[in-house]
Nanobody
Framework: QVQLVESGGGLVQTGASLRLSCAAS????????IGWFRQAPGKDREFVAS????????YYRDSVKGRFTISRDDAKNTVFLQMTSLKPEDTAVYYC?????????????????????WGQGTQVTVSS
């Protein structure tokens, strides 16, 4: 069972940046695809970004393209989500999730049901 722990959330103003981290408990983490999802109050959980096991493919939802960057440091068993130019509509609890298969296509990567392990989430609040 892989344990995922998110960190880096907080309260920031519009236009600020944050870097979220997703740390895993196992070295097999390097073979997993990782996704970031978010859930705002009263809304469904939605896909934000994902990265395949090798780091060679990344996918983003349209509204964060050019502002968010997903990356991984397998030596540290950690995946990052660098968020810039934050907007109030980015306010949500952000979750990371791991997929054992390691590789996932752009369509499937947006489906939360495809992921095997989830973290507890970290709150991001962007004030206007």
């Amino acid at each position: 069972q892989v344990q995922l722990v998110e960190s880096g959330g907080g309260l920031v103003q519009t236009g600020a940046s944050l870097r979220l981290s997703c740390a895993a408990s196992e070295r097999t983490f390097s073979s997993y695809a990782i996704g970031w999802f978010r859930q705002a109050p009263g809304k469904d959980r939605e896909f934000v970004a994902s990265i395949v096991y090798s780091g060679s493919r990344t996918y983003y939802r349209d509204s964060v393209k050019g502002r968010f960057t997903i990356s991984r440091d397998d030596a540290k068993n950690t995946v990052f989500l660098q968020m810039t130019s934050l907007k109030p509509e980015d306010t949500a609890v952000y979750y990371c999730a791991a997929l054992r298969s390691g590789f996932i296509g752009p369509g499937a990567s947006t489906m939360s049901s495809r992921y095997d392990y989830w973290g507890q989430g970290t709150q991001v609040t962007v004030s206007s």
